[in-house]
């Protein structure tokens, strides 16, 4: 991958077809696009992945669609995750998919593709606290000497959704 690559992968945590994690996902791509970068919107409806499970990845390997995620991730110098907040933390979906792009592969370590990415995590919610738990819980897992910011700004969508950001690199 080349340091000055400008391409952003953009994904939604959220299957639903009118999510406000989806809506704000294409935004994202869009305001990449904006900036002169190129984005690349995935929606996870189309890399159906199996549950996690560490006997089926012992007899069957990595499944094709969380290789073909993997492989376009590995293109990619930035990544855009939007997730829904779900009891206060992101999607099974979510947490699924990152389980299956995390996984080693032959000699690559698990943690090797996300390493020098820059990444942000948005969340869109109508809920009381705007989706803000969810990349608070990201926040959590990010390095003490990452630098990271969040922020609360209001919503393109109509109703009371507000929109929460976390981002680190």
């Not at 890399?47 to 499970?53: H, M, Q, S």
């Not at 110098?77 to 009891?87: K, T």
Request: glycine share 8%; net charge positive; proline share 8%.
């Amino acid at each position: 991958m080349n340091p000055t690559d400008n391409r952003v992968l953009v994904f939604a945590g959220s299957a639903r077809a009118h999510s406000y994690n989806k809506h704000l996902a294409r935004l994202a791509a869009t305001r990449v696009e904006d900036a002169g970068g190129q984005a690349t919107f995935v929606d996870l409806r189309d890399y159906p992945i199996p549950l996690y499970d560490g006997d089926l990845e012992q007899e069957q390997g990595i499944p094709e669609h969380a290789r073909r995620l993997k492989e376009l991730l590995a293109t990619h110098a930035g990544l855009i995750v939007v997730s829904p907040e779900y009891n206060g933390f992101i999607t099974p979906l979510l947490k699924n998919t990152l389980d299956w792009l995390s996984r080693p592969d032959g000699e690559e370590n698990g943690l090797a593709l996300f390493r020098n990415r820059v990444a942000c995590v948005l969340s869109a919610s109508p809920g009381g606290f705007g989706g803000m738990r969810s990349p608070l819980a990201w926040h959590g897992n990010c390095s003490p000497t990452s630098a990271s910011r969040r922020c609360r700004i209001s919503s393109p969508y109509p109703g009371p959704a507000r929109l929460s950001a976390t981002t680190a690199t």
